[in-house]
């Protein structure tokens, strides 16, 4: 569901899963979407001038029932206003022609919600759906002219830019994933190969983010300590998605570098074979 997500769009649904546990709430609704977007990108309050994350989520904090909250490691569903608002989303990066769906679709989804909660407080923060789409559709052309001068003069653009690749039987993007392995080939990484398993996190009371530094959670009045919060991953390269399973070993085991991962299919392409894209294999179309 979440593969054209940018990783900050993730980050946002998953932060909106904790604030809809910490309000008890039986699903996570737009409220809780929004306090993951402003919480996660600060970049959207440009877009918000009459507002602030204090501002909002006292407003949130009056709107809801007040329950007892509901572990972490629970599983909610999306409520129907807030599915509709990923939709929405979905239908803003396909009407702008982009490939990925972002932090700035996911707001200009919440706003598509002309009804819920959340719209109504992003309209009095001063958003404006219009706007925003005009501006999002800007800042695109610019990267994307940008984009193509840098991948002219890149090697082996002619080869990989020339179509697509299958990953997991999913044809992507070839010029994309070559930059995906470029990138991760930076460093020379000492990649182990194993099972993916629930990682604890601390997660900051107030504003929900998410960090590896277990230690934070010493200071409980600001940090909670949440065992196997974290339930899944993504290859770096292709975003397949890795979370703990026995019964399914390519989506529960790949190779982690310690910090980030690859699925099994990728290492064997672009780790095992340097030369992929030096090359003229037939998964190239």
Known sequence: MFERYTEKARRVIFFARYEASRYGSPEIDTEHLLLGLIGEDKSVYRWLPKTDLETIRQRIDEHSTKLPSIPTNVDLPLSGSAKRVLKHAADEADRLSHRHIGTEHLLLGLLGEEGCFAAMLLRNGGADAESIRVEVGEIAKQQSTADIHKSIGSPGYRTASAGTIEIHGVHRNAERVRDAVQRCRMYNWHWTKRSWTNADIAIARKSGKVSFNLSLARDAENFELVKGGWTKDHCFVCRWELFESQEDPD??????????????????????????FSSSYSDIT
């Open 251 to 276: 989506h529960g085991t790949g190779y982690t570098n310690g910090h980030d991962w690859l699925c099994t299919e990728c290492y064997i392409k672009f780790w095992e074979r340097p030369d992929f």
